[in-house]
């Protein structure tokens, strides 16, 4: 299984970004897939997340800023970022949810990537 993240790096206050992953191993199409992200001593935080028939869900902090797709032909989940705050600094990753009756988004991941680095500079 592997998820490899790219698209990553420095984007000025304000600017888009887009952000892709690419999965190999595992039925792609199937799967709800999430993007999450983590500043330096602090916890992983979900950001949003997509079921296989591509119904988006997303966390207050990204809502109208953020948006998830997917190209269940290319194996690819994306998350394109608009209206970059500093706060949006972090490690992004993509990762494969374990969603189940007593799992919802960002709780229980069976899969993730090694994340890349997005830094908002002003």
């Known amino acids: 299984v592997q998820l490899v993240e790219s698209g990553g790096g420095l984007v000025q206050l304000g600017g888009s970004l887009r952000l892709s992953c690419a999965a190999s191993g595992f039925t792609f199409s199937s799967s709800a897939m999430s993007w999450a992200r983590q500043v330096p001593g602090k916890g992983l935080e979900w950001v949003s997340g997509i079921f296989s028939d591509g119904s988006t869900y997303y966390a207050d902090s990204v809502k109208g800023r953020f948006t998830i797709s997917r190209d269940n032909a290319k194996n690819t989940v994306y998350l394109q970022m608009n209206s970059r705050k500093p706060e949006d600094t972090a490690v992004y990753y993509c990762?494969?949810?374990?969603?189940?009756?007593?799992?919802?988004?960002?709780?229980?991941?069976?899969?993730w990537g090694q994340g890349t680095q997005v830094t908002v500079s002003s």
């Open positions: 990762a494969r949810e374990n969603l189940g009756p007593f799992t919802g988004w960002g709780e229980e991941y069976d899969y």
